[in-house]
């Protein structure tokens, strides 16, 4: 047996452990095939259906399997004779450090608001085009890293064929069988140690026989060294006439056990290989926003030399590890159905059906394995509109972060389904924008603290961009840091608030002193503004106060006041804050019954009435101003605003209103609309939403809605089914957390609820409630109580700790 690396004798100690896994393969190709998911089905704590899989090859990009560390990714195929995987690197965008601020929009914004006032609409859009947008007034898009392609000479007329990606591994496989041997591939990404690693087997000696080219569609150079290792490196292209100043690597070092390793022709041949592993390295030069000084070659070498040193089987095991420390904190059974045992894309044509609950809940296993593997801690870079999988040099919207919604959309699961550490790069993202929006709100607006727009970049443009009629919307900074303050919510921890008050005290300083007083209503109102991407009947969608910008400044000052009281500072400013709470537009219900969506009666005179946005719903979800139970009225309105949008809207759209339809308490009507979105036509076949494109925020917002079905948690109280379809009449769900820093876990049959554990992590007291009951619950941090279903009622078992 010959080892293609220096260590010779180290790597034959540790390949030992694979002599015995090839040894099963040659005696049950079928084992093989299922691993590692069969041994998951084993352990008692790991999920018993979070596995996609399918029955042939990938055809297109959104057929493809997504793996990722939150900073390196793969799209895996799943091919035969050739195979592909299309990588990425959160950092790696177009262009370079660059200010958008314009100089002209001090002069220009008196002018628009006076034009607003006065009504004066489609001018006051037009002026703000010319002299309020960021300049360039387009930013820079996500780019493509490199892609690797594996040729595997005389491998045809493949059968048994299953390619599959078991979430509980985070492990993308492809099995099939050809020429009576047996091949397996598996990819998978790792956090701790920072790589792509591919291993390559089969059951008979001498299977692995491959040639590979790392390609890059902004490769400038190519090379290889010691025999091993090949590499690809450039700079990111120009856009918008920022120039490209970012650089990067992809780099790919071969281990093999037997066989030998030949470069050739910029790429790398294997040849007669009994089993082989690639290690794939990927960097850019970003440091921060403004720094590119980073060096991609050393980091990748590094990463490299660590991981060789270490060898395949400890580098799987910290990725296990390390992946299912997170993953198998929640668990998720809605029952299952006769279509269960289905390959996933089938099981997606036929969920209307209604006989495949299993689906839903690989839904949220899906949405959680997805959120782990684009936002990690460890970067500043939080999922962006494709999570971290995009193959484009020329994505849709630039495939960044839109924060009218979509950012925002993408962590509605993060704190509830327990994965509290995926919102670390999204502080990390506004603690940057806090830094920039500070230069624009000095700069435009003559104005403290610090404001950011509909759209941001790698760069963090924090400047109005685009157009008006989208990105002339001072809220972005704000509906960001009410994102962040649900995780204080969720947590409870003090650390974390004192890291959130200055983002939050800034985003609130901007707002109290740039809020403009109507003279015909009396009322503070942002001016100039737009409710996301939906245009009034006036020829535009500029306008002064419109309801979503009320709703989310009457959290933001709410927010920041409780923040300092909590923090015991700056007593004057929450005091402030509370008073223009106070003068803000009220929500208004219209004539025909709906909550306006501005504050003048134009809703039903509006160009699109099913716009995909439903900004002026925020009150009742993700907040909680209007809920059913306390303010009944308000809530009657926002449902009158769903029946009158529809739910047949785009993938994130659907997201969005399955979760409305949770919190006005309609179990039945959230589950139809799951079922447009768990659909083909908004469903690719690998799961991706489509909008179409694909954007990610629908999967996160549809794991959150199917959470939120089960359980709901604001206002101080936690409830337990509030919005269960006849669908679903028995279950178990455990490691959801709720507001106030609870951990609940429940099951139900019958639709009623059999037993519950509530677990106090920060300690406190709650209101816990359940169709046809409630209990106060006061808890000390480590408390556990459970309630048991005895003689027809939920009864308090012995309190444990």
Sequence with gaps: MKIAHPSRRRWLQQQAA?????????????????????????????????????????????????????????????????????????????????????????????????????????????????????????????????????????????RSYERSLDLDEALASTCFQTGGTTHVREVYVSAPDQLIVVRLAGDKPRAVSLDLTLTAPHGQRQGSEGGHTIWVAGMSPTLEGIEGRLRFECRLQALTRGGKLVVRDGGLQIQGADEAWLLIAGATGYRRFDDVSGD????????????VSRGPDALRQAHREAHQALFRRVSIDLGQGPNGHLPTDERIARFAEGQDPGLAALYVHYGRYLLMSSSRPGTRFPANLQGIWNEKVNPSWGSKWTININTEMNYWPAELTHLGE??????????????????????????????????????????????????????????????????????????????????????AEFQLATLVKDARSGFMVTNPSNSPENSHPFGSSVVAGPAMDNQLLRDLFAHAAEAAAQLRIDRPFARACLAMREQLPPDRIGAAGQLQEWQDDWDLQAPELQHRHVSHLYALYPSDQITPEDT??????????????????????????????????????????????????????????????????????????????????????????????????????????????????????????????????????????????????????????????????????????
């Design 18 to 158: 694979h002599a015995g896994l090839m040894a099963l393969a040659a005696s049950a190709p079928r084992a093989l095939a299922q691993h590692p998911a069969a041994a998951s089905a084993a352990d008692g704590a790991a999920p018993t259906a979070a596995r996609l899989w399918y029955r042939r090859p990938a055809d297109e990009w959104t057929q493809a399997l997504p793996v990722g560390n939150g900073r390196l990714a793969a799209m895996v195929f799943g091919g035969i004779h050739t195979e592909r995987l299309q990588l990425n690197e959160c950092s790696f965008f177009s262009g370079g450090p660059y200010d958008t601020t314009n100089p002209r929009a001090r002069e220009g914004l008196p002018q628009v608001r006076e034009l607003v006032f006065a009504g004066r609409y489609a001018e006051a859009e037009k002026l703000a085009n010319e002299t309020l947008l960021g300049q360039p007034a387009r930013q820079m898009a996500y780019q493509p890293l490199a892609e690797l392609l594996m040729v595997f000479p005389g491998l045809e007329n493949a």
């Design 422 to 507: 995926t919102v670390e790069p999204l502080i990390a993202m506004v603690e940057d924008l806090a830094v920039t929006g500070a230069k624009v709100a000095r700069s435009m607006y003559d104005a403290p603290g610090w404001v950011a727009f509909h759209n941001t970049d790698a760069w963090r443009v924090a400047a109005p961009t685009d157009g008006a009629k989208w990105g002339l919307w001072p809220m972005g900074g704000v509906w960001l840091v009410n994102t962040l303050w649900q995780s204080w919510l969720f947590r409870r921890d003090e650390a974390l608030l004192r890291r959130l008050y200055p983002l939050l005290k800034g985003a």
């Design 632 to 801: 009944p009225a308000l809530a009657a309105a926002a449902r009158n605003v769903m029946e009158r949008r529809g739910d047949d809207t785009t993938g994130w759209g659907i997201g969005w209103r399955i979760n409305l339809w949770a919190r006005l308490k309609a179990g039945d009507h959230a589950y139809s609309t799951l079922q447009r979105l768990l659909h083909p036509r908004r469903s690719y076949p690998n799961l991706f939403d489509a909008h179409p494109p694909f954007q990610i925020d629908g999967n996160f917002g549809g794991a959150a809605g199917i959470c939120e079905m089960l359980l709901q948690s604001h206002r101080g109280r936690i409830e337990l089914l509030p919005a269960l379809p006849t669908a679903w009449p028995q279950g178990r769900v455990a490691g959801l957390r709720a507001r106030g820093g609870f951990e609940v876990a429940l099951s139900w049959a019958a639709g009623e609820v059999q037993e519950v554990r509530v677990q106090a992590h920060a300690g406190g007291s709650t209101d816990l409630r359940w169709p046809g009951g409630q209990l106060r619950l006061k808890l000390a941090a480590g408390e556990t109580v459970r309630l048991a279903r005895r003689d027809g009622q939920l009864q308090r078992a012995r309190q444990m700790t």
């Design 296 to 307: 991609p070659v050393a980091a990748n070498r590094t990463a490299l030399a660590a991981a």
